[in-house]
C-alpha cells in the first residue's frame, strides 16, 4: 500500500489517496503517478512517504518528499518535497528539513509564537 498527493496547478495538495506500491505493478500501467493523474483529469500526482515528517523518516528509513502530503500543503516541485501551510507570515522556509522556522530561535521553555511582536513570548502558567 502507498499513498499519494494529487496537486492542481497551483501545486496545491487537493486529495491524498491509498493506491498500489510502485514495484506492483499491472497490466498496462508502467508507473502508478501517471496512471493515478490519468484518473483526475488536470491534477498532477506524486507519491507521499506516511512516514516522513520534517525531513525525517519516523522509523528511520529515508525520508522521501520532506513531509506525508496533507489537503492544503504545497508540493515544491524544485525541492521535490510537500510542504504544509506557512504557520506565520513571517516564518521562512527550510527546504534541508522541509519545515518552515521562525525569524529568531525559540527559547528554551514552554513559548508560543507572537506574530505582532515578532518574537517568542512566553506561555502563562495556568490558574485554578
Known amino acids: ?12 495538495v487537493v486529495e ?6 510502485e514495484g506492483d ?6 508507473d502508478w503517478e501517471t ?12 507519491r507521499t512517504s506516511y512516514n516522513t515528517v520534517g525531513g525525517q523518516h519516523l522509523l528511520g528509513g529515508t525520508p522521501f518528499r520532506g513531509n506525508f502530503a496533507g489537503i492544503g500543503y504545497t508540493y515544491l516541485e524544485a525541492e521535490d518535497i510537500f ?9 521562512v522556509l ?7 522556522e521562525a525569524p ?3 527559547p528554551e ?12 513570548v512566553a506561555v502563562p502558567e495556568p490558574t485554578e
Open 109 to 120: 521553555g514552554d513559548f508560543e509564537w507572537d506574530e505582532s511582536a515578532g518574537d517568542w
Open 25 to 30: 505493478l499491472a497490466p498496462g500501467v508502467d
Open 83 to 91: 510542504m504544509p501551510p506557512k504557520p506565520f507570515e513571517s516564518w
Open 94 to 100: 527550510n527546504t534541508e528539513c522541509a519545515c518552515w
Open 1 to 12: 500500500m502507498a499513498h499519494y498527493a494529487l496537486i492542481d496547478t497551483n501545486g496545491q
Open 104 to 106: 529568531v530561535p525559540k
Open 35 to 46: 496512471y493515478y493523474a490519468s484518473k483526475r483529469n488536470g491534477l498532477t500526482c506524486k
Open 16 to 21: 491524498i489517496i491509498t493506491g498500489r506500491d
